[in-house]
């Protein structure tokens, strides 16, 4: 069974240029969640689909920030303009509906290391 | 207080050894429990489920106290590739699948 994948792998940047993430998930997942990952920490929640409906994206910096799932299918997360501070790795991950439940198991993509110079 | 809280380590221990992590979570109304793994520029796996039984799974062992707030993950006869950062997770509270992840504990494995 193919993974969760996400392109590109790696993106610098300067500060105030745009960026975009795109992910796929798991084929038959429902739910999509985008995280960001600094450097020492755990991921952090940015936003979660299920379907192409936003479910949570109370930590998403909507200024800068924002992303879609049109079809209930792939995702992009876009960040415009960037600051020195979203260097980070994004990781997306998707879990299954299952009984009208969202399964707690989520399976994460390989990220996109971006640097903000 | 963080929502989740665990020794960022480094722990270094020779191969064979036993070591033992621990976290602590604020939120009393979380009821699933994680950890995972994370290998370096890796993304994270699920480990194992936390159960208020405790679990084992080989060399690992997860235990829950729900009255103190409080998991553990003990792994026995180390390898040399159980080296790796081990985050522990919880859920953000009743029904919900949303999850609140550690910083994680960082641990070497030598020969």
């Known amino acids: 069974e193919a993974g969760v994948a996400q392109s590109p792998r790696y993106k610098i940047i300067e500060k105030r240029q745009s960026v975009a993430f795109w992910c796929n998930p798991i084929s038959g997942h429902a739910t999509l969640y985008w995280y960001q990952q600094i450097l020492g920490q755990g991921p952090k929640l940015l936003i979660q689909?299920?379907?192409?409906?936003?479910?949570?994206d109370s930590q998403l910096p909507k200024d800068r920030f924002s992303a879609e799932r049109l079809k209930g299918v792939d995702s992009t997360l876009k960040i415009q303009p960037a600051k020195l501070e979203d260097s980070a790795v994004y990781l997306c991950?998707?879990?299954?509906?299952?009984?009208?439940?969202?399964?707690?198991?989520?399976?994460f993509g390989p990220g996109t290391r971006l640097l903000v110079l | 207080r963080k929502e989740v809280e665990q020794d960022p380590g480094p722990f270094n221990v020779p191969e064979g050894a036993t070591v033992a992590f621990n976290c602590t979570y604020s939120n009393s109304a979380s009821q699933s429990f994680f950890w995972y793994r994370q290998d370096c520029r890796k993304e994270p796996k699920l480990l194992m489920s936390v159960y208020s039984s405790g679990n084992e799974d080989g060399r690992f062992t997860a235990q829950l106290n729900r009255a103190s707030q409080y998991i553990s993950l003990l792994i026995r006869d180390s390898k040399l590739s159980d080296s790796a950062t081990y985050l522990c997770v919880v859920n953000r509270g009743r029904n919900t699948d949303k999850l609140i992840f550690g910083t994680g504990t960082r641990l070497q494995v030598f020969p």
């Open positions: 689909f299920q379907n192409n409906g936003v479910v949570d």
């Open positions: 991950a998707s879990s299954f509906l299952a009984g009208g439940h969202i399964s707690e198991t989520q399976y």
